[in-house]
């Protein structure tokens, strides 16, 4: 049976951490109260007045006692830079949970591509099935904005780091998935910027992977 859709609520939290975990990206821990969320699942941060909410996936799992979410800090940003100033016993005010990035079935085939911090919402699936073990692509400009490296490597059957920026051969996402062949059956999780999105979809599709199999989570639209 279907899981009954959880309903959107707005919340009041406090913040418990906020830690620079790589240049220009803070993990920013609250405490959870009641709030109910789904893995992949998103919040829409209240801002002072609503041109500045913003929505953030949650990194971390299902039943774990607090919300987490990863944030970069855009410098020409509205409320990125201000989130990042947040202090323990700040209050957030939140709204949630929203999106449909839902993980289907967690005992087929998987496949997860990301691009910066878009590794937050298959991380939140990783945390919440312990026992998944899926095929992991994550796209960054330099080696220190692989967020959560050892955990996401750990937690994968093979993790293909990208790098854009560095080493010899820079490397994008799309030019690793061009030299693998994600088997026919795999569910096939996307989740950054929407040109990444078109392109991997692109790539996938020549592939021969079915466009239903393919879930995408697009974080900004340019
Ligand atoms: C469904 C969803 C989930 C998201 N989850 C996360 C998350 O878990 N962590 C996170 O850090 N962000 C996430 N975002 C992006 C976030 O909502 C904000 O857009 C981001 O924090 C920038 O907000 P800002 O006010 O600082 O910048 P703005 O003032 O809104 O934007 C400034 C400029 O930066 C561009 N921009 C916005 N987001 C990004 C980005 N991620 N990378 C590069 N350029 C960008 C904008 O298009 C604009 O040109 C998510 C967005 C969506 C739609």
Not at 171 to 181: G, M, N, P, S
């Amino acid at each position: 049976m279907a899981a009954l859709p959880i309903s959107a609520l707005r919340y009041r939290s406090s913040v418990l951490q906020n830690q620079t975990i790589a240049p220009g990206a803070f993990e920013l821990e609250m405490t959870r109260g009641g709030f109910l969320y789904r893995p992949g699942d998103e919040i829409v941060i209240h801002g002072r007045s609503q041109p500045e909410d913003r929505t953030y996936s949650v990194v971390s799992g299902e039943n774990d006692p607090t919300i987490k979410l990863l944030i970069r800090i855009i410098p020409e940003g509205i409320t990125s830079p201000l989130l990042a100033l947040l202090k323990p016993k700040d209050t957030v005010e939140f709204t949630g949970p929203t999106g449909s990035f839902q993980l289907r079935e967690p005992d087929r085939p998987l496949w997860f591509i990301a691009t910066g911090t878009g590794i937050a919402p298959l991380l939140s699936f990783l945390r919440t099935h312990p026992n998944m073990r899926p095929t992991v692509l994550h796209g960054v400009r330099t080696g220190e904005e692989l967020y959560y490296r050892d955990e996401v490597e750990q937690r994968s059957a093979a993790y293909y780091p990208c790098l854009s920026r560095e080493g010899e051969h820079p490397q994008r996402v799309t030019d690793a998935l061009k030299e693998l062949a994600p088997p026919a059956d795999a569910d096939i999780y996307l989740c950054g910027g929407q040109p990444m999105i078109n392109s991997v979809r692109t790539i996938l599709l020549e592939k021969n992977i079915a466009s239903d199999r393919i879930i995408t989570e697009p974080y900004f639209f340019w």
